[in-house]
């Protein structure tokens, strides 16, 4: 079955810099976008940044300029390079596969001002 496993966050002051990673299986990785999505504390969850199976990026206009999406097709991964950060940054992040219903644990981004 689907499985998504995020790992890399944690606490960071404003302005610090974090490196998500999530490793996929159960799906042919390689082919399919690739998403990060956030959801802060009584909010709606919202997609951050996508990467297709061509490497062509796009982001939410907050993460522009701040945040970086790559995948590594060969280990199934996709990471979330994210730097400057704020504090309205603080959320539970999670990947997913954009076409799939599938969501893993998600791991805690918490940005201290």
């Known amino acids: 079955q689907v499985r998504l496993v995020e790992s890399g966050g944690g606490l960071v002051q404003a302005g610090g810099s974090l490196r998500l990673s999530c490793a996929a299986s159960g799906f042919l990785f390689r082919i399919n976008t690739m998403g990060w999505y956030r959801q802060a504390p009584g909010k709606q969850r919202e997609l951050v940044a996508t990467?297709?199976?061509?490497?062509?990026?796009d982001y939410t206009d907050s993460a522009k300029g701040r945040f970086a999406i790559s995948r590594d097709n060969a280990h199934s991964t996709v990471a979330l390079q994210m730097n400057s950060l704020k504090p309205e940054d603080t959320a539970v992040y999670y990947c997913?596969?954009?076409?799939?219903?599938?969501w893993g644990q998600g791991t805690q981004v918490t940005v201290s001002s």
């Open positions: 990467i297709n199976s061509a490497g062509m990026t």
């Open positions: 997913k596969a954009v076409k799939y219903p599938y």
